[in-house]
């Protein structure tokens, strides 16, 4: 092609000459102001251009169908009324006076480790309220009897010996030795109380004086039982204790980490619909914690269930920043799609991106008010359009549960791999909000330690005997020092060589050891054990100083942690007290222990088999 050159370009155009499009590679419209206000006006001079952008976005096009006028659907309600923790546990009723996160996560009051008396806030606590409760009987008042002496006789808060290494909980650290001297003596111990009523003993027993008269015992007595109700069903929630088999109705799972419980309702074809939370780690309890048990049903359920039909008006989905169908329409700039940025591997930034960009418009929302506690399957929904038809609509979940490309949103997945048709029901689990979580009374880290091939559960913090949380390492240094008084070290304090043989160091008394052991009948799968550490003092084991590490200690059975339960990031462990109120105004407080991510590895420094430095006290350092 032979290249076209044009050299008079005012010419060319006004002769209407052949262009030459080989050469001009790009065409740009010339500003001739810089004022863009008339051109921002947008003035209408051009009807037909209008017509075709219209044209061009698809304004014009048309498809045989209506918008939504009306909807009516039918509703089936069922509410959970069974309650099962995992295991061997026994099932009871759910109770309808609480919220769910009450009854799943609550755990047992520690009161003792071991033989050492702990909680004395709480002890102290219950005494007072025994108090409380005999200065408001009228009859004690009126005869003047003054019987709290005799109680504080009967049930006193021992005063530490500080020489004694038995009391070194409760004399090592300054604060717990300063409350124990304020209140030897002054007020009972509350919690022996209590449990003397609860073996079946009588609040007057032990009492001297004038109180055998039969008036004032049964006075006590009355007493005595408002005392055991406050403190079972108002103080806390704790979990309940089977007096025969003594098993409890908790849902920590200690080996797994995690609660694990089952609920059931039933269903108005008189079968049972069983939802069990597999892996709740603590926090909130929500709709996707729980799935569909097909298994073995919990029984004894009522029929609770109920059904409504509600004819509404469905209305368009609208939200911040949503783009609008006309031309001529400015979007809301408070959000900035555009700003999101998405890998290429981010499917779930992209899928939100295209529904919020392109399918925005095609979706309609349904009112329907449904109570908290309930489980709602849609038994049909009618939708009526502009044009007077009516259109049947079936869910989009439907299909088997193992087709994965069912698509669904807010619905329960079935456990096990059967081939089984999806659940397409909504879960408003009976719980709250919003629960205020106090301070962690108890915390620990455990960490992988690949130099010295274990785990450690590190205990970052831990509970005074009193009641109050303290740095784990403050806590393992006081108690070290107090007992290095007690028993001073013996033996050759310098050194004669330049270094020593040690066959291994020691590590912080609040690193408790776990080490792998083979899981029984496998061979290759391992799971974790609780060990000890010598104590440096007198090479006794270090006991575990939270609730979470002592599991079973105190009956003398070994503790396991599943291998998986602790990643490469670590796992991070905290126990403290949670609050809130039902929709009925009640206020329900539990101790809870939840589960989160940990901050990756750990060194504890622990080494066999090495030689020490020393640094002699005569001759040259070689």
């Known amino acids: 092609m032979t290249e076209i050159r044009i050299e008079d370009l005012k010419k060319a155009l006004d002769d209407r000459e052949p262009p030459a499009v080989g050469v001009w590679n790009r065409l740009e419209g010339r500003p001739r102001t810089t004022d863009f206000d008339r051109a921002l006006r947008v003035e209408v001079r051009d009807p037909l251009w209008m017509l075709t952008r219209q044209w061009q976005l698809g304004e014009f096009r048309g498809a045989d169908a209506g918008s939504p006028v009306t909807a009516t659907y039918s509703v089936s309600t069922v509410s959970p009324s069974r309650f099962k923790p995992a295991g061997d546990g026994a099932v009871e009723d759910l109770p309808d006076d609480r919220p769910l996160e009450t009854v799943a996560e609550r755990r047992a009051l520690p009161f003792a480790f071991g033989a050492d008396k702990i909680s004395f806030d709480l002890r102290l606590a219950i005494g007072?309220?025994?108090?409380?409760?005999?200065?408001?009987?009228?009859?004690?008042?009126?005869?003047?009897?003054?019987?709290?002496?005799?109680?504080?006789?009967?049930?006193?808060?021992?005063?530490?010996?500080?020489?004694?290494?038995?009391?070194?909980?409760?004399?090592?650290?300054?604060?717990?030795?300063?409350?124990?001297?304020?209140?030897?003596?002054?007020?009972?111990?509350?919690?022996?109380?209590?449990?003397?009523?609860?073996?079946?003993?009588?609040?007057?027993?032990?009492?001297?004086?004038?109180?055998?008269?039969?008036?004032?015992?049964?006075?006590?007595?009355?007493?005595?039982?408002?005392?055991?109700?406050?403190?079972?069903?108002?103080?806390?929630?704790?979990?309940?204790?089977?007096?025969?088999?003594?098993?409890?109705?908790?849902?920590?799972?200690?080996?797994?980490?995690?609660?694990?419980?089952?609920?059931?309702?039933?269903?108005?074809?008189g079968g049972e619909k069983v939802l069990t939370v597999q892996e709740y780690p603590g926090g909130t309890l929500d709709w996707h914690a729980f799935s569909i048990d097909p298994g073995a049903p919990l029984g004894g359920v009522d029929p609770t269930s109920a059904s409504f039909h509600r004819t509404v008006f469905p209305a368009p989905i609208r939200y911040s920043g949503m783009p609008l169908p006309r031309w001529w329409a400015v979007e809301d700039g408070a959000t900035n799609f555009a700003a999101v940025r998405p890998d290429s591997t981010d499917l779930a930034r992209l899928v939100f991106l295209e529904f919020a960009l392109v399918y925005s418009n095609d979706w309609f929302q349904l009112p329907c008010?449904?109570?908290?506690?309930?489980?709602?399957?849609?038994?049909?929904?009618?939708?009526?359009?502009?044009?007077?038809?009516?259109?049947?609509?079936?869910?989009?979940?439907?299909?088997?549960?193992?087709?994965?490309?069912?698509?669904?949103?807010?619905?329960?997945?079935?456990?096990?791999?059967?081939?089984?048709?999806?659940?397409?029901?909504?879960?408003?689990?009976?719980?709250?909000?919003?629960?205020?979580?106090?301070?962690?009374?108890?915390?620990?880290?455990?960490?992988?330690?690949?130099?010295?091939?274990?785990?450690?559960?590190?205990?970052?913090t831990v509970r005074l005997p009193t009641g109050e949380p303290r740095r784990g390492s403050e806590v393992a240094a006081e108690i070290l020092a107090h007992r290095l008084r007690l028993s001073p070290p013996t033996g050759p304090l310098d050194p004669v060589a330049p270094v020593a043989y040690e066959a291994m160091n020691s590590v912080p008394d609040n690193w408790i050891p776990f080490i792998p052991v083979h899981v029984p009948d496998q061979d290759r799968a391992i799971r974790l054990q609780r060990a000890a550490m010598p104590g440096v003092v007198d090479g006794n084991p270090v006991h575990p100083r939270t609730g979470l590490l002592r599991e079973g200690f105190d009956a003398g059975e070994q503790y396991f942690v599943n291998e998986e339960e602790v990643p490469q990031s670590g796992t991070r462990i905290s126990v403290s007290y949670n609050r809130t109120r039902w929709h009925d105004g009640r206020v329900s407080v539990w101790l809870s222990a939840s589960r989160g991510i940990g901050r990756g590895e750990g060194s504890s420094g622990l080494a066999f088999d090495f030689l020490a430095d020393t640094t002699p006290t005569t001759g040259d350092t070689p």
């Open 369 to 460: 008010d449904l109570p908290a506690g309930t489980f709602a399957s849609i038994q049909g929904l009618a939708m009526t359009d502009v044009f007077g038809e009516q259109v049947w609509i079936t869910p989009a979940g439907t299909g088997s549960d193992a087709d994965w490309q069912r698509w669904s949103m807010f619905t329960l997945d079935t456990i096990g791999s059967a081939d089984v048709p999806a659940d397409t029901g909504l879960l408003l689990p009976p719980s709250v909000p919003k629960v205020a979580d106090g301070p962690a009374l108890e915390e620990v880290a455990l960490i992988r330690d690949e130099m010295a091939n274990m785990v450690w559960g590190v205990e970052t």
């Open 128 to 269: 007072r309220r025994w108090m409380k409760l005999i200065g408001q009987n009228t009859l004690l008042n009126v005869l003047g009897l003054n019987i709290r002496q005799q109680y504080i006789a009967l049930y006193p808060i021992a005063l530490p010996d500080p020489t004694a290494e038995a009391d070194t909980p409760r004399v090592a650290h300054p604060e717990v030795w300063s409350t124990m001297q304020a209140v030897a003596g002054r007020r009972m111990d509350g919690y022996e109380f209590y449990l003397r009523l609860k073996a079946g003993h009588l609040a007057y027993e032990g009492l001297t004086g004038l109180i055998p008269a039969l008036l004032l015992r049964g006075e006590l007595v009355k007493l005595g039982a408002k005392l055991v109700t406050w403190f079972d069903r108002q103080l806390i929630d704790q979990p309940t204790v089977d007096p025969d088999t003594h098993a409890t109705n908790a849902t920590w799972d200690p080996q797994r980490l995690e609660h694990r419980f089952s609920v059931g309702a039933a269903t108005p074809e």
